[in-house]
Nanobody
Framework: QLQAFGGGSVQAGGSLRLSCAAS????????VAWFRQAPGKERQFVAG???????YYSDSVKGRFTISKDSAKNAVYLQMNSLKPEDTAVYYC??????????????????WGQGTLVTVSS
């Protein structure tokens, strides 16, 4: 089970850190990712972590967001800096057991958190 939290409202240029707590399984054994869904749009890939040294990012967040995981706390994080109004969305953490070359596809992930809302105002 995954539980995402840490969303909120922030002004453009600000920062937020999202957390995703895992229960029932260790994040060390999981391939983790973050997706987001803006109003009226499809859910899209934001960031994924194949290993601590192999993160993947969408072009829209590269250089601003950082994905990480802490095995000791059994949690996954998404540090979001230089936020823009277009980052406004519900953010979801997701996980699977094996790396997939289609890591950007939501259909590849069987485990999902409930979503946390991020609102960025201009």
């Amino acid at each position: 089970q995954l539980q995402a939290f840490g969303g909120g409202s922030v002004q453009a240029g600000g920062s937020l850190r999202l957390s995703c707590a895992a229960s029932g399984r260790s994040v060390s054994d999981l391939i983790v990712a973050w997706f987001r869904q803006a109003p009226g749009k499809e859910r899209q890939f934001v960031a994924g972590l194949r290993s601590p040294t192999k993160p993947y990012y969408s072009d829209s967040v590269k250089g601003r967001f950082t994905i990480s995981k802490d095995s000791a706390k059994n949690a996954v994080y998404l540090q979001m800096n230089s936020l823009k109004p277009e980052d406004t969305a519900v953010y979801y953490c997701a996980a699977r057991h094996v790396w997939s070359v289609q890591y950007y596809s939501q259909n590849q992930y069987p485990y999902w958190g409930q979503g946390t809302l991020v609102t960025v105002s201009s």
